[in-house]
């Protein structure tokens, strides 16, 4: 097959193009240029789209002897995922961009632009599986390597996508794959994982935030309604946060206090106590499936983050609504998280949360 | 893997020449710092001093007017700063540079750098629809303060579309005044005919790997009385201006290429333009809307460069024509600069008032002393399914589409 290879500069994708072409397939090597600024030069081991990397991607691509593109992907970037990114912010919610970039740039407009040019599918060196099931269907699974696992990230993807992609590394710990790019003499083997947002190079996203939607001063309100503090900006808050509250006097009984709600429309930030974070009630929109959707009520494993723990649910889904209960209530659930399905290893799909609750009232403390 | 592949991207660098890459490898075995007085030594310099002699012949120049570089961008680095700083030093007033919009970056980095760092303001001469110069634009900018000029530069072909200046007369415009001219003869030493001397410039830049040489070496003609301000200081070779010991190889192979590019110019010349406008002719019937841009006749070499095609295809990318075209064993550019490899689109063309999505689908073929007309049919054979495809890839990847946006 003619497959695309989307190699960041880092060591997983360079080690997927090697599998791939080691397979017998045709590979082209592509990186994507993201950012605004191309000329950008890395500052830490963050960012995703410097020069140095598209460096570093070519580099192994003329060790592979693969042809090496670099595709300009900035402008889809910025509609589809940065000002997504701002939009979510701004409305209260805690997105994940990774699962945006998947859904609407790495699986959608360079797989439909590799496909156009003749090519197969696309290869990444996300660690999931692909799995064919009896039926021949592709099915997407968690990554051997559970420290490594990205299947949360991918849970965006559709049967049509999936039958184009490819993930080589799935079946291989992490560690075994810097091994491997050492071994093929790749200099990107001892390369810094990336990690945070690649567009937000210093990882500081609140000042990210506020340098993009400017100060907006507002209230810091207790459940009660008492006013407890000032903020610059609802939108930098985070359901479950702590830190940078910055609240003149302790609560009653002195136990920390957390965001527990952020209302966009009034600029307010609400605090408590952690027992307000509990939730085990979650309504998802924006419902995308990897394989057919669930009918019915079926019992689900949930995880509401990347490398979050996965919780026991049911889900019973509604064209694009999820209903998913938890058998116990978990902290620091914002709107604007995905939440993914899973059924063992196989993902299920994944919705946007936009509401979560608590089912019945927290115990009285 | 292909067997065999179309090179058309003479522009960007042209196969050495046998004669080149045999005096090279001669003289790579010979010892010999060219700045040392014992016999090694004088060995070097004399290849180095014949080398200088050949240039200077081939190009209508004295030998002591060649300033060896390692390329054409040092040569318009050294002729743009140090002369800006040379003529500013003599007279502060003089801090204004009068520069075309259709320059390589070489150059316009140069003035980007001098107005960020050194106070220079840069006035841009503007070019007409088929990226010309007219001499009356520069004597207009001349005039509104002939006082405050520093220096004129305006290459002497484009190296995107391949138009060539009319350098002799705005070099006699800026004479009037007493201002110096910097011309970029990268593309047209060896394609085009190039007189120093009569064209009445102060200062060219020359590079060795577009005319058959190796890469990594290239002059700067500087007349005898343009000062320039050095910018590399240490053993004072090269007049004092370019300090490093020099690469006698590289110089020799360059000198050897020099002489037969311009020994061969004319035939070679005609031989190119008959392709290139079987090539243009040839895109043009291929039933795409396939647009030349430039200034084309066919016939003609001495406005175009002989072996220049640049093509507009509606409704593509130029990066993905590119791929296309290079898997099916054609090489050629989109000719525009790459940031960290991203194409942009052209500052030429935007400059000649193209609009940006037009811009977008250019592809530049350039031929060379190497090509052949089964180059020219292979491409032609090549191009009706690289077009058909990325116009595919086009409409996949516009902003516009939303098609996977929908849920299911």
Request: some cysteine; glycine content about 10%; overall charge negative.
């Amino acid at each position: 097959m003619r497959v695309v290879a989307a190699m960041s500069g880092g060591v997983d994708s360079a080690v997927a193009a090697a599998r791939m072409l080691e397979a017998g397939h045709e590979v082209v090597g592509v990186h994507l240029a993201l950012s605004q600024n191309a000329a950008t030069l890395r500052e830490s081991a963050r960012g995703c789209c410097t020069i140095e990397d598209a460096g570093d991607a070519r580099r192994v691509a003329d060790m592979l002897g693969i042809p090496f593109y670099v595709w300009d992907m900035a402008a889809r970037f910025k509609t589809d995922v940065v000002e997504d990114f701002i939009a979510e912010y701004a409305a209260g919610h805690t997105p994940n961009p990774c699962l945006r970039c998947n859904e609407k740039i790495k699986f959608a407009a360079l797989l439909d632009k590799a496909l156009a040019l003749g090519f197969d599918g696309v290869a990444t060196g996300h660690y999931a599986q692909i799995v064919e099931s009896a039926s021949g269907a592709r099915e997407l699974h968690r990554a051997v390597d559970m420290n490594k696992d990205q299947s949360y990230v991918l849970g965006v993807l559709d049967e049509d996508q999936l039958a184009r992609s490819f993930f080589p590394l799935g079946d291989t710990p992490k560690p075994q794959i810097r091994e491997e790019a050492a071994t093929r003499g790749f200099y990107v083997a001892a390369k810094p994982d990336s990690h945070d947002i690649c567009f937000i190079p210093d990882g500081d996203t609140r000042k990210w935030l506020t340098d993009r939607l400017g100060e907006q001063p507002g209230n810091i309100v207790d459940a009660d309604g008492t006013t407890v503090g000032e903020h610059a900006g609802a939108y930098a808050f985070t359901v479950g946060q702590r830190r940078g509250l910055h609240l003149g006097q302790p609560a009653a009984g002195g136990q920390p206090r957390y965001v527990v709600e952020v209302q966009p429309g009034t600029n307010t930030v609400v605090v408590g106590t952690s027992e307000l974070l509990g939730v085990d009630a979650l309504t998802g929109d924006h419902a995308r499936w990897c394989g057919p959707a669930p009918e019915g009520v079926v019992p689900v494993g949930a995880q509401v983050r990347a490398h979050g723990e996965e919780v026991p649910a049911t889900a019973w889904a509604d064209r694009d609504q999820v209903e998913v209960r938890l058998q116990r209530r978990i902290r620091g659930v914002a709107p604007g998280q995905s939440v993914v399905l899973y059924d063992g290893s196989r993902v299920v799909g994944s919705a946007t949360i936009a509401k979560a609750a608590a089912s019945r009232p927290p115990a009285a403390g | 893997m292909r067997d065999s592949f179309v090179y058309l991207d003479h522009a960007a660098t042209t196969p050495m020449l046998p004669e080149a890459i045999e005096a090279i490898t001669a003289q790579m075995a010979m010892i010999g710092n060219a700045s040392s007085l014992h016999t090694s030594g004088r060995a070097g310099r004399r290849v180095v001093e014949e080398s200088r002699e050949t240039i200077a012949q081939a190009l209508g120049a004295r030998p002591s007017e060649v300033l060896f570089t390692s390329g054409g961008t040092e040569s318009d680095n050294l002729a743009i700063k140090g002369t800006f700083w040379a003529r500013r030093d003599a007279d502060p007033r003089r801090v204004r540079l009068l520069v075309s919009t259709v320059e390589h970056h070489a150059v316009l980095d140069c003035v980007d750098f001098l107005e960020a760092h050194e106070g220079a303001k840069v006035t841009w001469l503007e070019v007409d629809h088929v990226g010309r110069v007219h001499p009356e634009t520069v004597r207009v900018a001349i005039e509104a303060d002939p006082d405050s000029v520093a220096l004129v530069s305006v290459m002497w072909a484009n190296n995107e579309v391949g138009t060539v200046q009319p350098i002799a007369e705005i070099a006699s415009v800026a004479h009037e005044f007493g201002i110096p001219m910097h011309t970029d003869a990268v593309q047209a030493a060896g394609q085009v005919e190039v007189d120093f001397a009569r064209s009445g410039v102060d200062l060219m830049s020359i590079s060795g790997h577009k005319v058959g040489g190796p890469q990594g070496v290239g002059a700067l003609l500087a007349r005898r009385d343009a000062t320039l301000v050095p910018l590399t200081h240490g053993g004072g070779q090269e007049r004092q201006v370019r300090s490093g010991t020099l690469d006698v190889p590289a110089i020799r192979g360059f000198a050897v290429a020099m002489r037969l590019a311009t020994a061969n110019l004319a035939d070679d010349a005609s031989r190119l333009v008959v392709l290139r406008d079987k090539l243009i002719r040839g895109a043009q019937d291929a039933g795409f809307g396939v647009h030349v841009s430039g200034d084309w006749e066919p016939g003609d070499g001495k406005r175009r460069l002989p072996g220049n095609a640049h093509l507009l295809v509606p409704g593509c990318d130029g990066d993905s024509l590119l791929y296309l075209l290079d898997a099916a064993g054609v090489e050629c550019s989109t000719g525009s600069a790459c940031q960290a490899g991203v194409p942009q689109p052209s500052h030429v063309l935007l400059a000649m008032g193209m609009p940006e999505q037009q811009a977008r689908g250019a592809l530049r073929l350039t031929l060379g002393h190497t090509s052949t007309q089964a180059d020219v049919d292979a491409f032609l054979a090549a191009l009706p399914a690289a077009v058909e495809r990325a116009q595919r890839a086009q409409v996949a990847t516009s902003t516009q589409n939303t098609s996977r946006q929908k849920t299911r």
